[in-house]
């Protein structure tokens, strides 16, 4: 995808050609109108996020993240169409800093262009840092396309002047109503009398991917030799063969991404090793990118196990080293040692709990003031005013402890940490027992 500006200035929106009668079915729909997207209603409803912004007038720089299939580039179109701003679009896949130096300097002379950028994971970090001054003071608005976590894939300078936005895998009431109005309005389908006898398999193969099952409907309807009133059936078992595919067969970019993960991080969360190598399986032979699994145990190693065994989180880290060095297939055994441990070690949550109440009092109440014995004192005005004076040093004290007030007053003797029943924390909370007597209730 080439920038869609004119060699003198950028203009205002205009859509792409529209696709001739021989594109693909998923080209032929494509919507044109905000008002013909499907899904996504937490964005586009009512009371979604975007409809918001879209009804003020403005957008703020966004990424979409979601995984192939669910509209993430049509939504962006149709978003910069809605507000009818400069536009330009760069795929990552071919731009490199040089073609993002070009779109800023021309968008320089008409502010409030909208840069889409398609798979932004895919840029570099030096191309990445190109956007981020033009984003900054408004020069464009960006909106990126990424299948991938754009917490491990886009610089953390230019993710925190995003908002991210998940767009998820259509469910199967949207994907049937892009079916049917592909059959009651496509120039070409539409003059084909269709009986959509089943569609389980239709709907399984696609995932959840409205242009995987666009196409797959066009070759069924195509390949299918009408009945004897010119009628073509569509059935579970005509679909599966024209697509030459088994329902079971696991698909990393549809749902059964996320139903397999789920299942696979509650498994080793159950502490059941054996249904946990299972989906471990499922995704190693489905073709699921390692790092990603190997991530997933990073975070569980923390949420669900933490100082039950803090030699979790190690074995996650190297394991997850291992997996990006190596790749497949001599990362399955390194995965499979990984989990087997993960599943059979003790587990608390007690280090996630923690921090979502220490969060959750922050959200609630605010910030509170630093205890004064614990400010920082650099000049001599801060010393003046006590800054740091009262402070006892810990190491000072018997054992390198010495109690005093780290809390600020208003959340004396608050305790966001409870140990898990475990007996490592257990050992924990007679520390904290010893050091702080009654004060936390340990």
């Not at 032929?28 to 009804?55: C, I, S």
């Not at 570099?124 to 001054?133: E, I, R, T, V």
């Not at 024209?242 to 509650?266: C, N, T, W």
């Not at 090793?273 to 032979?285: C, F, G, H």
Request: aromatic share 6%; glycine share 8%.
């Amino acid at each position: 995808m080439s920038s869609l500006f004119s060699d003198d200035e950028p203009a205002a929106f205009a859509p792409p050609p529209g696709p001739g009668p021989d594109a693909p079915l998923a080209e032929r729909r494509r919507p044109h109108r905000l008002a013909d997207y499907a899904g996504q209603p937490h964005l586009l409803g009512p009371q979604g996020v975007l409809t918001r912004y879209l009804a003020a007038g403005r957008l703020p720089s966004l990424l979409l993240w979601g995984p192939p299939g669910v509209g993430k580039t049509t939504l962006a179109l149709l978003l910069a169409s809605e507000l009818k701003q400069p536009f330009a679009a760069l795929s990552a896949i071919n731009a490199g800093v040089k073609d993002v130096r070009e779109v800023i300097e021309r968008a320089r002379r008409q502010r409030g262009t909208v840069l889409f950028i398609d798979e932004i994971h895919r840029f570099s970090k030096a191309q990445q840092d190109a956007l981020l001054g033009a984003v900054e003071n408004g020069t464009i608005t960006l909106i990126g396309a990424t299948t991938e976590n754009p917490s491990f894939e886009v610089i953390p300078a230019l993710l925190s002047r995003c908002q991210v936005y998940v767009l998820e895998p259509l469910g199967p009431d949207t994907l049937r109503g892009i079916v049917a109005k592909a059959l009651a309005e496509d120039p070409t389908l539409s003059q084909i009398k269709v009986k959509l006898k089943e569609d389980h398999a239709l709907l399984a193969l696609s995932g959840g991917d409205a242009r995987k099952l666009l196409n797959l409907l066009e070759i069924v309807v195509q390949s299918t030799p009408p009945d004897k009133k010119g009628v073509v059936t569509v059935t579970d078992a005509v679909v599966q063969q024209v697509a030459q595919r088994p329902l079971a067969r696991y698909d990393k970019g549809g749902e059964m991404h996320y139903d397999v993960i789920s299942a696979f991080i509650k498994s080793i969360r159950g502490s059941d090793p054996n249904a946990a190598l299972y989906y471990l399986a499922v995704m190693l032979e489905g073709g699921e990118d390692v790092k990603f699994i190997a991530r997933r145990m990073l975070i569980l190693a923390s949420e669900d196990i933490g100082n039950a065994n803090p030699n979790a989180l190690l074995l996650a880290t190297s394991c997850f080293q291992a997996c990006t060095v190596i790749g497949l297939p001599e990362s399955d055994l390194i995965l499979s040692q990984t989990v087997i441990y993960l599943a059979t070690s003790e587990k608390s949550n007690a280090a996630y709990t923690a921090i979502r109440a220490a969060q959750a009092e922050v959200r609630a109440r605010g910030v509170h003031p630093v205890p004064v014995p614990l400010r920082n004192a650099p000049t001599r005005l801060l010393k003046q005013l006590g800054y740091g004076k009262e402070y006892e040093y810990s190491h000072n004290g018997a054992g390198n402890f010495a109690a005093q007030e780290f809390l600020p007053d208003a959340l004396s003797g608050t305790a966001f940490y409870d140990p898990g029943q475990n007996a490592a924390e257990q050992r924990i909370r007679e520390k904290l027992r010893g050091w702080w007597g009654e004060k936390y209730g340990y």
